[in-house]
């Protein structure tokens, strides 16, 4: 399978998320020190928890609206915004007007029109692929992220304090050239079919909507399975990073000396390197493996190496730790996000992705929870709480494929 075979509007989400992933690894994180710097450091995280809560909120309306209209219209109206908060961000950061209040309007306004857009470009890529397209899309979408994610920190962490302006400009030409992408090449391949329903206001009608859709104990088995997995690695690394700079000793590294705070970022480094250099491997390998199996392998690994990464502070355990988690990754994730678009329903594809949403606020709320327990629990305590996260996750995921067969089953016999 190829890349230029697939549909036209998965080859354009793809490219969009990759330019949207740039953009992100190469402001946002370092806008946390430039909003601290103007800002208390306590005000700052209120807001940033506030901006993280209110974006989930807005996917769950963005969603809703793309059920019920159209996706590219949500995505055109949401990259338009976005631009001109983009264009008004640069203005805003030059040395005449310097202005960090407008900056941090702009920001949450950005956040907020990635979070409305995400469930209708999510649902557009189910629209247009097909089941055995899958697994090789979120392989790639992923292998993307993280080439994003490298190419991003290094550009933000070189020029973000001495030319803020330039990297909002390219920011800016990025969702420009998306929004364009969108308008001229995009095909919206959705035909809601509007049916009858009681009179509602508009909060109503988005309130019983969720209300239908958390209804499905498939998708509520689910959500609580993702929340888990992506538990593991959140709550992993925000309690490890901690750890490391209070616990490890500096230590000899391949000749180089390295304290935990360095160790930490040597982590980092290997994960996003080995998931580039072994991605395509890895998806080959794995057509040779059963989605059960492949889930299964790749959940237990990637719950093995965080549990030692929580644990270890030998830099060479460490990093076979987090070759553990990078093969578990390249395995399980694919899969995982395939499952969830096969147990969608069409009707309300993008309603069901905004809800997804959810495990990444839980992770992160719970990420903050890992860091104050660490403050009264040992490592290895920390370390069993991570792993019986990973091994629960598992438990659901196979049930979830248990009745996902089941299903299949009812659907042949009638």
Known sequence: MKLIKLHTNIQIRLLDQFLRA??????????????????????????????????????????????????????????????????????????????PVTILLMVIINSLCIGFARPAGSAMIADSSQLEERKYIFTLDYWFYNV??????????????????????LVATFSLFSLLLILFVIKDTYRHTHQATKERKLLQKIIFNYKNVLSDSVLRMFLLANLLSLSVQIQTMDFTVV??????????????????MEMFGVLNSINSLLVIGLGFFFTRLATHIRDTWQLTIGLLLYSVGFTIISISNSSYVLIIAMILVVIGELFYVPVKQSLFIDIVPVENRASYMATNDLGILGATLLGGL?????????????????????????ILFGKIFARKKLNQVDTLAN
């Open 148 to 169: 994003a994610m490298c190419l991003g920190a290094l550009a933000g962490g070189f020029f973000f304090k001495s030319y803020l302006s330039v990297l909002l400009i």
């Open 22 to 99: 740039i953009a992100f690894h190469m402001i946002t994180p370092f806008m946390i020190i430039y909003f601290s710097s103007h800002f208390s450091q306590a005000l700052t995280g209120v807001i940033l928890m506030g901006n993280l809560v209110l974006t989930f909120i807005t996917a769950l309306c963005g969603g809703y609206f793309a059920d019920q209209f159209s996706r590219k219209k949500i995505m055109v109206g949401a990259e338009t915004t976005r631009f001109i908060a983009m264009v008004i961000m640069c203005i805003a950061s030059t040395p005449i007007i310097n202005s």
């Open 370 to 394: 890992a860091v104050s327990l660490g403050a009264f629990f040992p490592s290895w305590i920390m370390g069993s709480l991570f792993f019986a996260c990973g091994i629960s996750s598992l």
């Open 243 to 260: 750890r490391l700079a209070n616990e490890m000793k500096p230590q000899s590294l391949f000749s180089f000396q390295v304290n935990g």
